[in-house]
């Protein structure tokens, strides 16, 4: 799968910004986000599967980001709301073939291929 990130950029606390994930090839079952900052270890943001459901979420972005994907596009979204300077960071677009379930989600070298990542600055 292909995937190509786009939507970063800078914005002031508090605002909002959407992310897109536009994914070619083959299909998939389970998509996520993930950001790092520089010196830090990845870290996962948000997960679900591609036939809906529950989504998951870190906890310090529950109830202001969400994780949805446009199947007539077969594109990826991170709506992020009430954004913090902390919520700067490159993000990841990933999918995997398989499905994942609960705290699987969350591991990064569960997923198969990953988009080239896009910039999010928060500034105070």
């Known amino acids: 799968v292909q995937l190509q990130a786009s939507g970063g950029g800078l914005v002031q606390a508090g605002g909002s910004l959407r992310l897109s994930c536009d994914a070619s090839?083959?299909?998939?079952?389970?998509y996520a986000w993930f950001r790092q900052t520089p010196g830090k270890e990845r870290e996962f943001v948000a997960a679900?599967?591609?036939?809906?459901?529950?989504?998951t979420y870190e906890d310090s972005v529950m109830g202001r980001f969400a994780i949805f994907r446009d199947n007539r596009k077969n594109t990826l979204h991170l709506q992020m709301n009430s954004l913090k300077p902390e919520d700067t960071a490159v993000y990841y677009c990933?999918?995997?073939?398989?499905?994942?379930?609960?705290?699987?989600?969350?591991?990064?070298?569960?997923?198969?291929?990953w988009g080239q990542g896009t910039l999010v600055t928060v500034s105070s």
């Open positions: 990933a999918v995997r073939v398989e499905y994942l379930s609960g705290t699987l989600r969350r591991l990064g070298s569960m997923y198969d291929s």
């Open positions: 679900n599967s591609w036939r809906g459901g529950m989504a």
């Open positions: 090839g083959r299909t998939f079952s389970t």
